[in-house]
């Protein structure tokens, strides 16, 4: 029997150590909040159409046939030439042209070009969607001849799907060293030594986030040198590189300020992990996750990596994207100036 109370008070003492605990919140949170984001974005009407550049040829019977299935995003070009260079520049995935010899209902016969981007899953899907249409329309037999052009080796298509993410996770890790680096001093108190020094507040800040910034960007310069993707617009992807990490860095310098141990600052961190990643993998299957990925800065800095290193965008036009990963990292700044002033005495 006394065993059996001795249970019970321990059980006790845990239970309430557990709900004093950010970390538990966190913990059984998360799962409940990705279990109903994956149950709406996986429910069947939550479904984002493929993008679909169609070469304009509108006295075309399949042309209209296209239009009318609803089953593309459509945009349209004027001639071959053109479509051929959006699939190039990766503006598109793919992109159809139609011959002449199918304006006819009547004519059974004729061809479609469809051009698309090397080992894209989204091209794939126009592809599987024209030929199913094409059945339909024609009949079982399916007389009409496509061909299909394909720009860009399998390689270079890996690299691009998987360069932006791998430097991503690396930009995050900044969150962690930082976050960590933060909660050790204040479990040390030497951060209080850093606050009663001559150093003011935002040289702490800076100071912290240097180092962090350079072991960050050092990896991510080896991760394009050991993957020869120092291409395309080089001085752009730097300056990506520098913007981003100091944003996550930042992040991270906030996280160490406003959690009161390391159990805590990590379930955050896995939160931040999993918010940053999840939306943006996400964007070409659901119009929620693209719409939600929109107010994540981690959208930026995938995009912006695709632009400079595989689409050799010129730094004036990526500027709005580099202008709101400024953003978030100012206000990131300011949180933390603001967050440290105040709680100089709790430090």
Do not use: H
């Amino acid at each position: 029997m006394s065993c059996f109370k001795n249970v019970v008070s321990v059980f006790l003492k845990e239970s309430i150590d557990f709900f004093r605990s950010k970390a538990l919140y966190f913990a059984l949170v998360t799962p409940i909040l990705l279990s109903l984001i994956f149950s709406v974005v996986f429910n069947g009407k939550d479904v984002k159409k493929p993008e679909l550049l169609l070469v304009k040829n509108k006295n075309n019977k399949f042309y209209k046939v296209i239009e009318k299935s609803k089953i593309f995003n459509i945009s349209y070009t004027e001639n071959t030439d053109d479509a051929k260079n959006e699939i190039r520049q990766g503006k598109f995935q793919a992109a159809v042209s139609l011959s002449d010899e199918l304006e006819k209902i009547s004519v059974k016969s004729g061809e479609i070009n469809i051009y698309v981007q090397s080992n894209s899953a989204q091209a794939n899907m126009i592809e599987a969607s024209i030929r199913e249409l094409i059945r339909a329309y024609f009949g079982q037999k399916m007389p009409v001849k496509i061909n299909k052009t394909e720009f860009g080796s399998k390689q270079d298509k890996m690299k691009k799907i998987f360069i932006p993410f791998w430097l991503l996770f690396t930009l995050l890790g900044g969150v962690s060293l930082a976050a960590s680096s933060l909660v050790e001093e204040k479990d040390s108190k030497t951060i209080r030594a850093l606050m009663v020094s001559p150093l003011k507040i935002m040289d702490v800040i800076l100071g912290k986030a240097s180092c962090v910034n350079i072991l960050v960007a050092f990896s991510c310069f080896l991760i394009l040198f050991l993957n020869k993707c120092f291409t395309g617009n080089i001085f752009l992807t730097v300056l990506i590189i520098i913007v981003a990490s100091f944003l996550f860095t930042q992040l991270g310098i906030l996280i160490g300020i406003l959690c009161s141990g390391s159990a805590a600052a990590n379930s955050v961190i896995s939160i931040v992990y999993i918010a940053f990643i999840l939306p943006v993998s996400m964007t070409d299957s659901s119009n929620i996750m693209n719409n939600i990925s929109k107010y994540i800065p981690s959208y930026y800095v995938i995009e912006s990596f695709n632009r400079s290193i595989f689409l050799n965008y010129q730094t004036r036009e990526m500027i709005p994207y580099i202008l709101v990963l400024l953003f978030w990292g100012i206000l990131f700044v300011t949180l933390n100036y603001l967050t440290l002033k105040k709680n100089m005495e709790v430090l």
